[in-house]
């Protein structure tokens, strides 16, 4: 069983964006596995990346669609995501700076924990809005 395991409780309502929480959910377990296996900094960081590049893909694509449904709460909303976007970015350049094991194992438990609460907490309130506007 993988750490971080898909449930539907977690569903958005939207099939192409619990899709993509399904990627960033299966990466983080990528993730947890590769440091549960004591992996150096060098292999676990590529895949750190990619957890971070789709993340930032798929922020985009939300605030698009918010944009498109003329959404309610969309000012909070994007506030989230760029105080975390902000954060992201400083943890990279701490990555660049010195890939220690220690900076990219906190990282990815950051991360990790951000998504599962944002899913939970801030993505999850979009769900009547966008059902409403045929977004399923
Ligand atoms: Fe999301
Ligand atoms: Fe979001």
Redesign the pocket.
């Known amino acids: 069983m993988a750490l971080y395991d898909w449930k539907d409780d977690y569903s958005v309502g939207v099939a192409r964006f619990d899709n993509h929480h399904k990627r960033l959910f299966d990466i983080a377990n990528q993730l947890h596995e590769m440091m549960k296996l004591g992996k150096g900094a060098d292999v676990i960081e590529p895949t750190l990346r990619e957890l971070v590049d789709y993340t930032r893909y798929h922020?985009t694509e939300?605030e698009k669609v918010m944009e498109s449904i003329g959404y309610s709460n969309i000012v909070s909303?994007k506030m989230?995501?760029k105080v975390f976007t902000d954060q992201l970015n400083e943890a990279m350049a701490e990555v660049d700076a010195g890939k220690t094991i220690f900076v990219v194992i906190k990282i990815a438990k950051t991360v990790i924990d951000w998504l599962i609460n944002?899913?939970y907490v801030?993505?999850k309130k979009y769900l009547p809005e966008m059902s409403a506007a045929g977004i399923r």
């Open positions: 922020l939300e909303h989230a995501h944002h899913i801030i993505d």
